[in-house]
Nanobody, 127 residues
Framework: QVQLVESGGGLVQAGGSLRLSCAAS????????RGWFRQAPGKEREMVVA????????YYSDSVDARFTISRDNAKNTVYLQMNSLKPEDTAVYYC????????????????????WGQGTQVTVSS
């Protein structure tokens, strides 16, 4: 059972930056594809960014493309989400997710493709 723990959320002014981290409890984390989702109040959870287990394939939603960057450090069992040029509409609870994957190059955009979830971290962007 993989446990995921997010950190790095907080309050930031529009135009600012935050870096979220998601640490996994399992040492074979390099075999998991990863994703970040977010859920704003009154809205459905949406995909933000996804990365394959190799780190070579990534997907960014149109709403964050060129502002957010996902990276992973398999040696530390951690994936990061660097968020720049934040906007008030980025305000949400951010969740990291993981799934065991035999494919090295696939990423997954649907939340139902993921087996493991973190508890979420709040990101609030003030105008």
């Amino acid at each position: 059972q993989v446990q995921l723990v997010e950190s790095g959320g907080g309050l930031v002014q529009a135009g600012g930056s935050l870096r979220l981290s998601c640490a996994a409890s399992e040492g074979t984390f390099s075999r998991y594809a990863r994703g970040w989702f977010r859920q704003a109040p009154g809205k459905e959870r949406e995909m933000v960014v996804a990365v394959s287990r190799s780190g070579l394939s990534t997907y960014y939603s149109d709403s964050v493309d060129a502002r957010f960057t996902i990276s992973r450090d398999n040696a530390k069992n951690t994936v990061y989400l660097q968020m720049n040029s934040l906007k008030p509409e980025d305000t949400a609870v951010y969740y990291c997710a993981a799934r065991w994957d035999y494919s090295r190059g696939s990423y997954y955009r649907n939340e139902y493709d993921y087996s493991y979830w973190g508890q979420g971290t709040q990101v609030t962007v003030s105008s």
